[in-house]
């Protein structure tokens, strides 16, 4: 039995798991609640023994020594990893605060994810790490980061459910703001999940997928044609979505989520993401940098990013906590804060470039 | 201060006042934050060709120049070193003094001073937190409580004033300074960065194997002398199985002051040399054909001793009791077969060197060889084996030297972050208060709680307690946020 059995369970399991939400949220019977837990629960064990066996694996592959065979160096690892971390933030969520609402939500993204990752290509491929990430550092860098991006992603849902709740009229800044927003996230995903079934990439490495394949099966085709239908889809989406917005209202409030709750989730999240960021994002990063390339800071775009990063959440929690600011614009500012770290992510290996673009063959 | 403040509104109370605001905090934040996107996208320190190519995107060919030169005028092309970027850190930096030297006194009083009793009457109010009474005999009580709080981890202090008792503990009121300490560290990283820029250099230097060099070249083009020398003693890279992917690069470094010898040390990528507080850094490396370079080869004739020979490019060298002599007339880096079955150069890196042998007897040529480094079966001649160890001299390693007298600073910042926000965000300060009032035989207590994080674990801590003293839950904890 091999890590891809044991992703394949998760992955089926987190499916059964969502139907048990869904069927709890129509029902509202308790023992269809637990077994949605437990179901969720179960996935969650046995992606973890999967990502245990994919270190073992690496290790033996990649014959580094168990320390530095993280398995976060290409983008299956890293996007199932991500899974991983919404999943261990929802059960937390949901043990905290005695509520099951939010499972309908995070278990389909959590289970399609994981299938489309699986459908996408060759999951077992293991690349050997270049001599710049043959380091203890990675692993404390690299998971800790991927943890405060997991973080910061369910304070940006949180936040969005937010402004749903809080607009009421399709005229409205806010309603407008998170139409938009929520309707370019949808494509984006849309779009990255196009180019996993068309172009079979996710045994690359996510440096070599970010620069050579994101969006190529959609806005950055050879086709021109195809770069119009894109993009007039994604107008149509977000039409789509600001005509239809209201539902998402309504169906928000019909699972007894409140404004208040949603605040004060997505203040913790980011309490939580802003540190783990600080320590393991920025700290152990400079460290790094400065045992392999002799700069612990150099302004190169992957790390100026990440500064900015950092200056957004600390934007938010200086005016939340210091000067009181509540509402629909603190919401704003997580969603903001979201947008940089995708940006980060994603944006900067496309547009940038600098010391962080390994695998850029 | 906030009387004296207030009544003579100077000109310094004003700047004080402006500099320890929050509201110039989150400015500062986002005038950071939206500048440093420029420097993201505007390439830094490089030619006018880059950029003009950037805004050719854009503008015509000549109105791409005019804007260079309007983003040149005003640093964008080196905009982290401008006047105006280093204005906003440095306001930066004095919002964050002024905010901690503001704040300070407040701070220390609070924390020299231990919990206090809360006035009596406080107990009495309907959110007054849990109740209950104790079922023990009266002197006993203080005792009682004091060994339940110690199970749940608080360490109580009794008190007692005019005719009331009451037992008050807290935890994790240092997690307070936890901010401040945050807020020092960026001081030390700055204050290292300055430091860092002032007194110390970066620079690089190339290396083929068996040079050295006293100087280092600066970014900016600069030569300075390093103060002794340093050589590079060989050089090797190795790759991945089947592929151009490096695995590992490594040079080794010897230190030479004096005309002598001091240190001698391997270093690799994170793996670097300090002497003298100058580091270098194995940065990158280079293949550099030139006629200096000498093949080492391990020649064993037939039935004959092993022995070591070192040979320029087309020198001729003797295979000893064959009578033959040998030379090398070609060379390639990396060689492999191609589809059509033959010998292809692939790449630029010394990934898989081959010498190609030409034998001869007397004048004339009896034989030519491919000797391929990584694939002993070639090594096999006519005339015994012949190991092509290495070709020497013919790789540069490229190292980045550094010297940094504010790194250290820049490290105790690191620390005192990542304690300050450990601090900040995951310590609690809970402080718990106990009235015992002597009630016909027994005891009723009264808890009132307060936590500036996660009163929900402190809340249920106190359930324990309140299980532990009465043998019921009694009422919900209401207590206030602080």
Not at chain 1, 20 to 33: D, E, H, M, S, T
Not at chain 1, 329 to 344: D, E, K, L, S
Not at chain 2, 141 to 158: D, Q, Y
Not at chain 2, 201 to 207: R, T
Request: one cysteine or more.
């Amino acid at each position: 039995m091999n890590s891809s059995f044991f992703f394949g369970i998760s992955t089926i399991v987190y499916l059964l798991a969502m139907i048990a939400y869904i069927a709890y949220l129509v029902f509202r019977k308790n023992p269809v609640g637990i077994a949605a837990t437990c179901a969720t629960v179960a996935g969650f064990v046995s992606q973890t023994i999967a990502f245990c066996l994919r270190w073992k694996e690496f290790a033996d592959i990649g014959q580094m020594g168990l320390l530095r065979a993280v398995p976060l160096t290409n983008l299956y690892e890293s996007l199932v990893f991500f899974v991983w971390c919404i999943i261990l933030g929802y059960l937390i969520i949901e043990w905290k605060y005695k509520t099951r609402s939010f499972g309908a939500f995070v278990t389909p993204v959590a289970g399609v994810m994981l299938a489309f990752i699986s459908i996408g290509g060759v999951s077992a491929e293991i690349q050997p790490l270049v001599p710049a990430l043959q380091s203890n550092w990675l692993l404390a860098h690299v998971t800790l980061s991927f943890l405060s991006y997991a973080a910061f992603a369910i304070s940006f849902a949180t936040a969005i459910m937010y402004l749903i709740l809080g607009a009421e009229k399709r005229g409205q800044l806010a309603y407008i703001f998170w139409t938009a927003t929520l309707a370019l996230f949808l494509t984006a995903l849309i779009a990255m999940g196009l180019d996993f079934l068309t172009l079979k990439v996710s045994a690359r490495s996510s440096q070599t997928f970010i620069q050579n394949y994101l969006f190529k099966a959609t806005f950055r085709n050879e086709s021109g044609a195809v770069m119009i239908v894109s993009v007039l889809f994604l107008f149509a989406v977000m039409f789509l979505v600001w005509r239809f917005g209201y539902m998402l209202r309504t169906l928000i409030q019909s699972f007894s989520i409140t404004a208040d709750m949603l605040d004060d989730l997505t203040y913790r999240l980011i309490a939580i993401g802003f540190p783990v960021f600080t320590i393991g994002g920025l700290i152990f990063g400079a460290i790094w940098a400065d045992q392999a390339w002799g700069r612990y800071w150099s302004w190169d775009p992957k790390e100026t990013w990440s500064l900015i990063i950092w200056f957004v959440y600390a934007f938010y929690l200086h005016a939340r906590q210091m000067l009181g600011w509540r509402g629909n614009r603190i919401a704003f500012i997580a969603v903001v804060g979201f947008a940089v770290t995708m940006f980060t992510y994603l944006g900067v290996n496309l547009l940038l470039s600098g010391l962080h673009s390994y695998g850029a063959q | 201060m906030e009387d004296e403040g207030k009544k003579q509104n100077g000109i310094v109370d004003r700047v004080w006042d402006f500099f320890a605001s929050v509201k110039l905090a989150v400015i500062i934040f986002a005038l950071i934050s939206i500048t440093s996107i420029a420097g993201t996208i505007i390439e830094q320190q490089a030619g006018p060709e880059k950029n003009i190519m950037l805004l050719n995107k854009i503008f015509s060919i000549s109105d791409a120049h005019t804007v260079y030169k309007g983003m040149a005028a005003i640093g964008l092309t080196d905009m982290y070193n401008t006047w105006w970027f280093i204005a906003l850190l440095l306001i930066f930096a004095m919002n964050i003094v002024v905010c901690s030297l503001d704040r300070m006194p407040g701070i220390l009083r609070s924390m020299r001073e231990p919990i206090k009793p809360l006035p009596p009457e406080r107990f009495s109010s309907v959110q007054a937190g849990r109740k209950g009474l104790l079922k023990a005999a009266a002197g006993k009580s203080e005792e009682i409580v004091t060994e339940a709080l110690r199970k749940i981890g608080f360490k109580g202090r009794v008190e007692t004033a005019g005719g009331v008792t009451q037992i008050c503990t807290e935890k994790g009121r240092y997690g307070r300074l936890g901010v401040y300490v945050t807020h020092l560290s960026i001081l030390f990283i700055m204050l290292g960065a300055v430091a860092g820029m002032k007194l110390g250099y970066n620079g690089s230097l190339m290396l083929l194997e068996g040079m050295s060099s006293d100087m280092v070249k600066l970014n900016n083009g600069k030569e300075i002398p390093l103060g002794f020398e340093i050589r590079c003693d060989d050089f090797d890279v190795t790759f991945y199985p089947e592929s151009e992917r490096p695995k590992s690069y490594k040079s080794v470094l010897t230190i030479v002051e004096n005309g002598r010898e001091v240190l001698t040390k391997e270093i690799g990528v994170n793996a670097p040399l300090t002497y003298k507080s100058i580091t270098f850094y194995q940065s990158s490396y280079g293949f550099f054909a030139n006629r200096n370079a000498l093949f080492k080869f391990r020649i064993t004739p037939g039935g004959g001793a092993a022995k070591e020979s070192a040979v320029k490019f087309g020198q001729e060298f003797d295979i000893e009791g064959s009578g033959f002599k040998a030379r090398v007339v070609d060379f390639s880096p990396a060689l492999a077969i191609n589809s059509e079955g033959e010998l292809d150069t692939f790449a630029e890196a010394m990934i898989n060197p081959g010498a190609l042998l030409e034998f001869s007897e007397g004048d004339n040529v009896r034989a030519r060889q491919w000797i391929l480094r990584n694939y002993p079966e070639t090594w096999e001649t006519p005339i015994g084996s012949i190991e092509f160890r290495d070709l020497w001299g013919a790789q540069y390693t490229g190292l980045q030297a550094r010297k940094d007298p504010g790194v250290w600073l820049v490290y105790i910042g690191c620390v005192l972050m990542a304690t300050g926000m450990y601090a900040a965000f995951f310590m609690s300060h809970s402080r718990i208060w106990i009235l015992l009032q002597e009630e016909s035989g027994a005891t009723r207590i009264s808890i009132i709680s307060a936590s500036n994080k996660n009163r929900a674990a402190v809340g249920r801590k106190l359930d324990r307690l309140m299980e532990d003293l009465t043998g019921s839950k009694a009422l919900p904890d209401q207590g206030g946020q602080s």
